[in-house]
T-cell receptor
Framework: DSGVTQTPKHLITATGQRVTLRCSPR?????VYWYQQSLDQGLQFLIQ???????AKGNILERFSAQQFPDLHSELNLSSLELGDSALYFC??????????FGAGTRLSVL | AQTVTQSQPEMSVQEAETVTLSCTYD???????LFWYKQPPSRQMILVIR????KQQNATENRFSVNFQKAAKSFSLKISDSQLGDAAMYFC?????????WGAGTKLIIKP
C-alpha cells in the first residue's frame, strides 16, 4: 500500500458528461501529480500541485482542470467527456524528495 | 525536450534466469534522476529502483540492479533470479523538474 488513496476505483459515464476524480496524498506529502494512462501505453503527465499551488502543467486538455485543497487532497475535473478520454488516471504524491508514490488509479470508461 | 525510449515492447525469460530491460533517454541536463517502475496486472505503479545521475555507482535493490551509462544516456534494468511475481509491464522514467517523462513500457513474461 503506497499510502495514496484514489476514489472512485472505477467510473463509467457517457460522452458530454463531467466527472471528478479524488486523490488523498500520503500523510505529510505536499506535492500531488496527476497522470493519464491510455490503454497499454506509458503515462502522460497532466499537472502538479505543491501545497495548494499549481507548479507544473503538462499535456492537460482545457476541458480538464485540477485543484489542491488546504487539507492537501486534490481533485481532477474532467468535463465534456469524449470517448478518447477513457483511460486510467493516476495520482501520485511526493515529499521534498522526488520519489513519487502512486495511488491505485481510477479507471474511467466513457461510453 | 526530454524523451525516454524503451525499444523492447516485450521480453520473456525463464524462471530463475536473468533478464535485462533496455532504456535510453535524451536530455541536455547534467543532474537528474531516473526510475524504473513496475506495473503488474493490478495496474498499481510500483517503484522498483531509482538512480541519481551524479552518482557513479549503479543502484541496486535486492534482485534488481541498473546499468547506468551517463555518456551513452542508457539506463538498463537487470532482474536476477526471475520469479513469477516479476511478470509485469516495466516503465523507465526520467525526472524533469519533478515531472516524470515515461517510456512506452516493456512487457515482461516469466516462463515457468
Amino acid at each position: 500500500d503506497s499510502g495514496v488513496t484514489q476514489t472512485p476505483k472505477h467510473l463509467i459515464t457517457a460522452t458530454g458528461q463531467r466527472v471528478t476524480l479524488r486523490c488523498s496524498p500520503r500523510s505529510g506529502d505536499l506535492s500531488v501529480y496527476w497522470y493519464q494512462q491510455s490503454l497499454d501505453q506509458g503515462l502522460q503527465f497532466l499537472i502538479q500541485y505543491y501545497n495548494g499551488e499549481e507548479r507544473a502543467k503538462g499535456n492537460i486538455l482545457e476541458r480538464f482542470s485540477a485543484q489542491q485543497f488546504p487539507d492537501l487532497h486534490s481533485e481532477l475535473n474532467l468535463s465534456s467527456l469524449e470517448l478518447g478520454d477513457s483511460a486510467l488516471y493516476f495520482c501520485a504524491s511526493s515529499a521534498s524528495g522526488n520519489i513519487q508514490y502512486f495511488g491505485a488509479g481510477t479507471r474511467l470508461s466513457v461510453l | 525536450a526530454q524523451t525516454v525510449t524503451q525499444s523492447q515492447p516485450e521480453m520473456s525469460v525463464q524462471e530463475a534466469e536473468t533478464v535485462t530491460l533496455s532504456c535510453t533517454y535524451d536530455t541536455s541536463e547534467s543532474d537528474y534522476y531516473l526510475f524504473w517502475y513496475k506495473q503488474p496486472p493490478s495496474r498499481q505503479m510500483i517503484l522498483v529502483i531509482r538512480q541519481e545521475a551524479y552518482k557513479q555507482q549503479n543502484a541496486t535493490e535486492n534482485r534488481f540492479s541498473v546499468n547506468f551509462q551517463k555518456a551513452a544516456k542508457s539506463f538498463s534494468l537487470k532482474i536476477s533470479d526471475s520469479q513469477l511475481g516479476d511478470a509485469a509491464m516495466y516503465f523507465c522514467a526520467y525526472d524533469s523538474n519533478y515531472q516524470l517523462i515515461w517510456g512506452a513500457g516493456t512487457k515482461l513474461i516469466i516462463k515457468p
